[in-house]
């Protein structure tokens, strides 16, 4: 009688250990499906925007309710002129939204000035660079700046946050490893005067330089999206959790 009750209860006891196990698994497996379909609603929102025609640039009265969920890689045009400030340079492995770049370089970012005086920090594009030559970033950019005003086409992007294992940056060489143009402008001092820098930066997709350097060029989505293979995944460690409970209780039985 003792041993039946005390079996009973470890029964009992594993059984509910096995419902709440089941539970957050499924649980798991229905978030991943939830994040799939938002991640498909951000891909097609995505595509939608990159494919669109370019509109004009936001007016500096609008920039503060800019945000990165309604206005990253919106697609615009407008007219600056290259400023003879210091430019600076990302470095990058490669780019997650560029098919044309592969192997290491960096990105080239340059302040621009509107009509108004406001300042918009341009990525020109992509320096192919493995030793980070100053001297070679220099030729690149160089060419670019002028005293007259240029139209320029590109996507508007919001500034990176460094990772716990970024590099810092090196103001001397003027090398970065996010794209985070609000503090480039603040130690190469771009918004001096008192002249506002945009709260977002332009990726360049044209106009491509007579050299092709730096190399600005379109955006494409390349979103990864496995939360189907995950949610598999969940579901199934439920069922396998279903499957050892009902044999344990086989077992229980039997003995």
């Keep these: 009688m003792i041993a039946t009750t005390a079996r009973r209860r470890g029964v009992a006891g594993f059984g509910a250990f096995t ?3 089941v539970a957050l698994f499924v649980g798991l497996g229905v978030w991943q499906l939830q994040r799939r379909i938002e991640k498909h609603a951000l891909i097609a929102a995505l595509t939608e925007r ?5 509109g004009a640039l936001p007016v500096p ?4 309710a800019l945000t990165r969920e309604r206005d990253e890689f919106r697609r615009v045009s407008f007219s600056a002129t290259y400023e003879p400030r210091p430019d600076a340079m990302v470095y990058s492995s490669g780019s997650a939204v560029r098919d044309d770049i592969s192997g ?3 990105w080239a970012f340059l302040p621009a000035r509107l009509p108004g005086g406001e300042t918009v920090v341009v990525n020109a594009g992509f320096v192919q660079n493995t030793m980070q030559d100053r001297t070679q970033q220099d030729r690149a950019v160089t060419q670019l700046i002028t005293s007259e005003p240029v139209m320029l086409t590109g996507y508007i992007r919001f500034p990176e946050a460094a990772g716990t294992l970024t590099p810092p940056e090196n103001p001397a060489k003027r090398l970065w490893f996010t794209r985070d143009h609000l503090a480039m402008a ?7 005067g008192g ?3 945009a709260p977002f930066y332009i990726d360049l997709e044209q106009p491509v330089p007579a050299s092709g350097v730096p190399k600005p060029g379109p955006l494409q989505v390349h979103l990864k999206d496995d939360h189907l293979q995950y949610a598999i995944t969940w579901f199934g460690l439920a069922g396998a959790v279903l499957i050892a409970f009902g044999v344990w209780v086989s077992g229980q039985r039997r003995g």
């Design 186 to 192: 603040r130690a190469l001092g771009w918004g001096e």
């Design 61 to 64: 009265s609008q920039w503060t």
């Design 50 to 54: 990159l494919a669109a025609a370019p």
């Design 195 to 197: 002249r506002p820098v």
């Design 104 to 106: 290491p370089g960096t």
């Design 19 to 21: 419902l709440v196990m």
